[in-house]
């Protein structure tokens, strides 16, 4: 059968695809840390997320299974980074869906056209993801409540 991905192609997918499970990660332990705190709307917006980065995941499984690949399943590391507050928890996702974002703008040049259209579509939503997350830091400076935007998160 030909090959329809380059070793380089499938070595740029299969690093995304572990960012992706490793977001996924790091957001199960955010929504730990947050019940923790007992920021019960924050538990339930972080486990959404990671399951939406698993999500992602799976996109990456379907388009490496049409191209007659197979997506590594990689080791995901322990999180274990302290988060004390709201504040800490979205600033950690912040720069990791920025991190996230980068990659994919550095695999969007390094691609065929095939690839490109997945990765058009998380740059699109990596560029939300960093929105998004810069409007809750926003907020929560502005407002100085962690509790008022934990309700919010909840609904």
Known sequence: MKQLLTNEEIEIINNL???EL???QAYLHLSIMMKNLGLFGAEKFFMAESNSEREHYSKWVSFMNDMGEALAVP???AQNIDVNSLMDAFEMAYEME?????GYEQAHSEVSAKVKPLIYDFLRIQTESV?????LIARLELT???ILIDQE???
């Open 22 to 24: 490793e977001a996924s």
């Open 17 to 19: 695809g572990s960012k």
């Open 144 to 146: 100085q409540e962690p």
């Open 131 to 135: 929105g998004e997350y810069g409007d």
């Open 75 to 77: 080791a995901v590391p």
């Open 98 to 102: 920025a991190d996230l974002l980068d």
């Open 153 to 155: 998160l909840g609904k």
